[in-house]
């Protein structure tokens, strides 16, 4: 029985086991993956449904893949296609036929007065959207375009809070007139550079080229900015908050001053005899810097709603930004709100109303002078020994130059400010034929600006006056309105055609005045306790601009697709002869890729564009052909008027032609290019020019020369890795500019300062004597001497006999450019992005002060850079000379010893972010939890001896700079 038994159990162990072993053999699955047009799919995800195992197509669309018995579909996936799941049943080969996904092959981009399908642009044209510009916290749109977009270069002005960055989309097309691209959002040509949140933002987009931007005419020769804000979504109602929170720190680069031993053995070396220099100095050692810098605290808030049905779509969002600067005495307090509503009112009518506003404060400012932190010596003392301010101008004690320790006044002494904008518009569309569109655009700007200053009477600065205080205000008000038709209709399933025509409006009226009264009691912080007034102030000035606009948009069988456009703009800046411009453009696009005879497995996509247009450029001044009067002089007591501007009736617009050509390309449906040459020539180019003082006049302007800036551009961004929990994609751009005065009026050569305009070179080439190092046997500064006649050079240490004369460098950069990389797995996203720019000479000014060989013995200097030496003794060869008190034969005075290669490579943002899964939400009843953690600004590789080669402008100037602070954030999304 015993024997039966085991045989029984032996056997239906056995069956088991078969049984398990048959239910765990895989199967194989093969096939081919084609498109809709029957080419293979190199690269395809082929994923077991509810698992992470899969494979990928092959070159030829074949894929192979081992399923277990239990598992019954298979997973196809792939960017451009629509997703298909497929139960396997008794096959053993499946083959597939992916549907293109026809959103994305209707995805648009906003371009001027409207937007286009993506595949129909013939024009110079970077999207970037919103998910692509929160990689860094910062209260605006501007700074986050750095490193974004081919071409667009990115120059911050300083690390202040709220400051703007500069910026210069392909070179300087201009030399007195205006550099800066036009902003317009939501279709509001702005003045100047908008503020708006961050948040608010749907997609930006960059208009490089003339066909691009002919139809903004005259605003539109430096390039133009769109943004576009957020709208509610169809069938979707969400509340989002977000929260961030964020530390800044100083960031000194590789700049360094001297702390006390390092500072007396330098005046050592130059030979300090003051009777207060002494050992005894090293018994102090105050750190300015320390004192006067602090780790700074972001805080970014926002609560918005977004809410849509098939008659009504909402957006609102309100947001709060704070920051305190990394320099003590600095707090900037933003509020912001938008509403943006798109009300269909009936079949034919579309209201859609938005507003939006902001409100920036600025209380109590009494920012520690970056002056005062860099060059004040280690060896003067802010506090006494009862920790009491010092007074330097009584302390005996005091060796700084300047006599001021900025801590003593500020115990009194602040400025405050706020600012004020609001923005409103009640804009419509009627639809009057079943093709034809009336599109209406109205809208009001409000800015407001209020501040004061008060200098106690008890401060260093209060003594002459006993004390002040001045109040100012500034008012702004603009109008716009654009009124346009647009027909839009296709034939015969082949013929796509779209025509705009419109007329549009816009004025502008600005007021300030500001009062100061003088002679006041301590706390006395209002204009009516002066006891005596004192300046008086107060402007106004405004301009107008209409225009007439036509644009035509033609495509053929999705493959062929022109453009063209003109317009009429005419501008109060100038006189009625030449009131008025003309600017025009026309473009083309070829898809290759969709013709009959284009049959590839590797190019997806294959596009060739090319463009041709005109715009324009006004000068910065708004009365610039006019003959004006000073009027804001008496004599004996009488009202005068002398003779300021001398008038020019003929001046008349600066013109650009603009020549674009484009290759667009997609490779496996992974890798995708854009390569750009564009050709810009610039005639007419406004210019101030000054008088002698015999002629009584100034100066008055005039059209006096031009310049090309010619580049290439390319952009590159690729899907390395694609799987249902991972994946890795890449980007790049990089932008080439060659910059070329070619005519000057009467001249070859204008100078500039310490540039020069010269026929055949950059517009930003500088223009100084030439730094030839130090002479190994005395350690004195030589600079060249060019005899005028032969060329020869001789060297010289007496700085009038060298040389002015121009360097074959510019402030311009050889190129600009971006990096980016994303990892996600499953919810984990990894993310970093980095800019960087080669060549550009910037003069760094602040050396003459704090790297001046002993001129200043009482500030602080520079601790010497990496690869400098000084000069010691008789044989060195050292890039610094001698130092001796008082100066080394003008060693410190402008010339090249202080341009430096701002060449560097940033790495902008870096961030690790986390989304819960859809398992968790669904039970937590929200929609989305995103918590994450970023670095910006953490590392900069660069030979630059300042605080930071990207602070400075586009000029190249950089002083005393305020550095872009490294800063760490923390921050949660939660949506329901």
Known sequence: MKKQFTFLLLTLAACLCFEARAQSDPRIISGTVVDDNNVPILGLNVVITGTTTGTTTDFDGNYSIQVPEDMQTLSYTYIGYLSQTIT????????????TDVSKLDEVVIVAYGSQKKEAITSSVVSVNSEELEDIT??????????????????????????????????????????????????????????????????????????????????????????????????????????????????????????????????????NNNPWFSEDLLSRDTDWIDIGTQTGIVKDANISFTSGTENLNLFLNTGYYGETGTLKG???????????????????????PKISFSFDERDNVAEAPLYDLY?????????????????????????????????????????????????????????????????STNNFTLYRSLSKSYTDPRSNAGLANTGSVSDATANRFTRLTTQMLRYKNSFNESHDLSVLAGYEYNDYKYETFGATGTGIIPGGEVLDIASKPGAISGLTNEYALQSYFLAAEYGYADRYFLKGSIRRDGASNFGLDSQYGNFFSISGGWLIHNESFF?????????????????????????????????????????????????????????????????????????????????????????????PDITAYSGYWENIGGVNNSGFEASFNADIIQKDNFNWNIGFNI???????TELYEADELPQGRKLWKVGENADSWYMRKWAGVHPGDGNPLWEVVDPETGDIS????YASATVQFLDKASTPEFVGGFNSSWSYKGLTLSTSFDFSKGGYIYNSSRELFDSDGIYPTFNQQVLSDGWSRWEEPGDQATHPRPVSGGNNNSNK???????????????????????????????KLSNINVYVSGDNLFTITNYSGVDPSVGGITGEASLSYPIPKRLVLGLNVSF
């Open 795 to 798: 060297y010289t240490s007496d």
């Open 599 to 691: 049959n590839s497995r590797a190019i997806n996509e294959l596009k060739l564009r090319a463009s041709y247009g005109t715009v324009g450029n006004r000068p910065s001044s708004l009365y610039p052909y006019q003959g004006t009067y000073a009027v804001d002089t008496q004599y004996v007591g009488v009202p005068g008027a002398i003779l300021s501007q001398f008038g020019n009736p003929d001046l008349s617009w600066e013109k650009s032609f603009e020549t674009n050509l484009a290759l667009d390309i997609n490779l496996f449906n992974r890798i995708s290019a854009t390569f750009e040459y564009y050709n810009k020539d610039t005639s007419d180019l406004l210019y101030y020019v000054s008088l």
């Open 88 to 99: 396997i049943n008794n096959q053993t080969v499946i083959d597939v036929k992916m549907i």
């Open 894 to 924: 402008p010339s090249s010893r202080y341009l430096e290669d701002g060449s560097f490579f940033r790495m902008r943002n870096v961030t690790l972010s986390y989304n819960l899964p859809p398992l968790v939400l669904s039970q937590l």
């Open 735 to 741: 932008g080439v500019n060659k910059n070329e005065v």
């Open 330 to 352: 600095n707090e900037l307090n933003r509020y912001t709100f938008r509403m943006n509503l798109d009300y269909q009112m009936s079949e034919r009518f579309k209201l859609k």
């Open 138 to 271: 910062t209260p605006d749109v501007s700074s986050m375009l750095q490193g974004k977009a081919a071409g667009v270069q990115v120059s911050a002005t300083g690390g202040s809070p709220g400051a703007s960055p500069e910026i210069l989309i392909r070179g300087r097309s201009s030399l007195g007139g205006s550099v800066t691209p036009l902003w317009v959002v939501d279709g509001v040509i702005q003045h100047g550079t908008p503020i708006i949140n961050p948040n608010d933002v749907d997609t930006v987009s960059v208009l490089k080229d003339a066909s691009a931007t002919a139809l903004y005419g005259s605003r539109g020769a430096n390039g133009v900015i769109i943004v576009n804000t957020k709208r509610g979504e169809v069938g979707k109602s969400e509340i989002t908050v977000s929260y961030k929170t964020g530390m800044n720190q100083f960031n000194m680069g590789n700049f360094e001053v001297m702390n006390s031993q390092e500072l007396y053995d330098y005046n050592l070396q130059l030979g």
């Open 375 to 439: 060059l004040n010596l280690p060896w003067d003392l802010p506090y006494d020994e009862n920790g009491e301010v010092v007074n330097a101008n009584e302390s005996q004690d005091w060796i700084g130059r300047d006599g001021r320790n900025y801590l003593y006044d500020q115990q009194w002494n602040y400025s405050s400010s706020s600012i004020f904008n609001m923005s409103a518009n009640l804009d419509f569309e009627y639809k009057i034929l079943k093709n034809l569109t009336f599109l």
